[in-house]
């Protein structure tokens, strides 16, 4: 074993629960994003890596977690800003990193009711809403959005893993586009940075 790789492992030894040293692909399980992500943010300075004497990347936990955690600062003025109901965390955060990354401000709620205590501190430029949740459902919810700031005012994405939800329901309840479950992050991130420059045009 080189000695940079026993000096990894002895620090993996050292962390405990779990090693403190990530692989490539460990750190893109960890964020929840695919590899040539972690990559990108990488060779751009946005995330720290280091090298062994192999030249394979290793990332530290805690340059993770900070990384995570280190974008939920208050948003620059002209921000676009995006609130995230969903009981789903890691879908949450996946959204969440990806459109920080590109300059966006992410607000995230577990459920309808902590949904709509955020609208109550900023209105978002965009919601982007589960239909399914514990207690209140995304359609009634939306309906509260829309009895408390009008139909519209705030487009909405819904998405719903349930065979009988559709496109053309989600339209008849006042929300701008529907994506079914299982949802392709990449493509809900997508939708919603055109929907947020289709209002702001």
Partial sequence: MAAGQRRIATRERQAGGGPEWLTLGQAATYLGVAQSTVRKWSDGGRLAAFYTPGHH???RRGDLDDFLAGSRSTPLR?????????DDERLREFVRVNLEMDGYSVREAANAE???AALEEELPDLILLDVMMPGMSGYEMLQAVQDRHGVGTIPVIMFSGQADESPERAAERGAQAFLGKPVD??????STKQLIRASRA
């Fill in 57 to 59: 990347r290793r990332f």
């Fill in 78 to 86: 002209g921000t676009p800003v995006v609130l995230v109901v969903d």
């Fill in 114 to 116: 902590e949904g709509l």
């Fill in 185 to 190: 992050p990449q493509t809900l991130i997508e």
